[in-house]
């Protein structure tokens, strides 16, 4: 009660049909709306399909419209395979951050990688 957190979750996938939890993350965003920002962005899906929403890669330009800048009270967590950590914090087992969000500013004490 009383917490105002606000979380945004870049989640991607290669296509639409390898989104865990779609519905229920949709459904949170909208009963959320406000606190609870889900962009979904495909790196496989294919060109003909319907899909309306972000293709390609979390990239520096996603995380620069849709996350937070730096500043104390913003954390950043990140999971996912070995060629995402590498672009987006560096490599997992390793505290220091490097990549798209060093680059971005963001430091290692914001960033969580698991």
Sequence with gaps: KGDETKVTMLYGNRTADDILAK???DDWSRAYAGRLDVTHILSQE???SS???ARGFVSADL???KVQP???DVMV???GPPPMYQALCGPRD???VTGVLKD???SDAQVFKF
């Design 23 to 25: 519905g229920v993350l």
């Design 46 to 48: 294919p060109a003909e």
């Design 51 to 53: 899909w309306p929403g």
């Design 63 to 65: 995380v620069k419209a």
């Design 70 to 72: 730096p500043s104390e």
């Design 77 to 79: 967590f990140v999971c």
């Design 94 to 96: 390793t505290k220091e």
């Design 104 to 106: 971005l500013g963001y």
